[in-house]
Nanobody, 124 residues
Framework: QVQLVESGGGLVQAGGSLTLSCAAS????????MGWFRQAPGKEREFVAISWSVGISRYADSVKGRFTISRDNPKNTMYLQMNSLKPEDTAVYYCATGLGIASMWQDQKSYRYWGQGTQVTVSS
């Protein structure tokens, strides 16, 4: 089992920045791939960013150039630096790991372990 705990959410004005953290514990050798998803009210959970342990990362088009995913592997912690935030970034942000099918990294159903989520609210 892997436990994930997110932190760092909050209320920020449009154009501001936030950094989310995701701390992993337990059988962390099962976490070569870690990702961020988000879910806005009334919408499905959507892919935000992913980081592979080999140093490769990918982003959703909606956040590309504004968000940066990073990892501190010795600390088993992943981060999401979010800059130039927009009201449409308002959502609960979740970290995930335990990717089952490598090619389906944008599909939330492919991830086995999830954190409890942290709320990000961007005011206009």
């Amino acid at each position: 089992q892997v436990q994930l705990v997110e932190s760092g959410g909050g209320l920020v004005q449009a154009g501001g920045s936030l950094t989310l953290s995701c701390a992993a514990s337990g059988r962390t050798f099962n976490t070569p791939t870690m990702g961020w998803f988000r879910q806005a009210p009334g919408k499905e959970r959507e892919f935000v960013a992913i980081s592979w342990s080999v140093g490769i990362s990918r982003y959703a088009d909606s956040v590309k150039g504004r968000f940066t995913i990073s990892r501190d592997n010795p600390k088993n912690t992943m981060y999401l630096q979010m800059n130039s935030l927009k009201p449409e970034d308002t959502a609960v942000y979740y970290c995930a790991t335990g990717l089952g099918i490598a090619s389906m990294w944008q599909d939330q159903k492919s991830y086995r372990y999830w954190g409890q989520g942290t709320q990000v609210t961007v005011s206009s």
